[in-house]
């Protein structure tokens, strides 16, 4: 179960979305600092300013924010998937090819992990791995 988080936390982690989403990614960014310095705990605060500050180029920070998130919440396979995607975004093929198929160790058939993993396969020539990749989706 996801820790708890603060009433005023979630307020404001709930506003960072919402700028997000209207695309005022500068607003997004500092609701969801706010956010995270109240609740230091909460992986979806971590997880939302990750995904911002990669959308914003500052792609160090937002992946070690996106690293907090699953490190608060493991389980949360959707998570490592976002970091994954994210590194792909960034062109660090090898680590999301890991972060990939972490989350396929864990959740064998996970849709988006399998789906996404094609790309950086690709991109680094491993064709082995994206055919094996193809007969899993067939």
């Given amino acids: 179960s996801p820790p708890a988080s603060s009433p005023a936390a979630d307020a404001l982690n709930d506003a960072g979305v919402a700028a997000w989403r209207r695309g005022d990614r500068a607003a997004a960014e500092a609701a969801l600092r706010t ?4 609740a230091p705990d909460s992986a ?13 180029r500052q792609l160090d920070e937002g992946y ?6 699953v ?33 396929l160790r864990a959740e064998p058939g ?8 094609a790309k ?3 991109d680094v020539c491993d ?3 994206a055919e094996s990749l193809a ?3 067939i």
């Fill in 35 to 38: 956010a995270v310095r109240a």
């Fill in 44 to 56: 979806s605060g971590h997880a939302n300013l990750g995904m911002v500050l990669c959308e914003r």
């Fill in 64 to 69: 070690a924010s996106l690293r907090e998130a």
């Fill in 71 to 103: 490190r608060l919440q493991p389980e949360r396979t959707g998570l490592r998937v976002n970091l994954a995607n994210a590194l792909v975004a960034g062109n660090r093929m090898a680590e999301a090819i890991r972060e990939y198929r972490d989350v």
């Fill in 110 to 117: 996970h849709v988006r992990a399998t789906a996404n993993l």
């Fill in 120 to 122: 950086p396969l690709l």
């Fill in 127 to 129: 064709w082995d791995g």
């Fill in 135 to 137: 007969a899993d989706l």
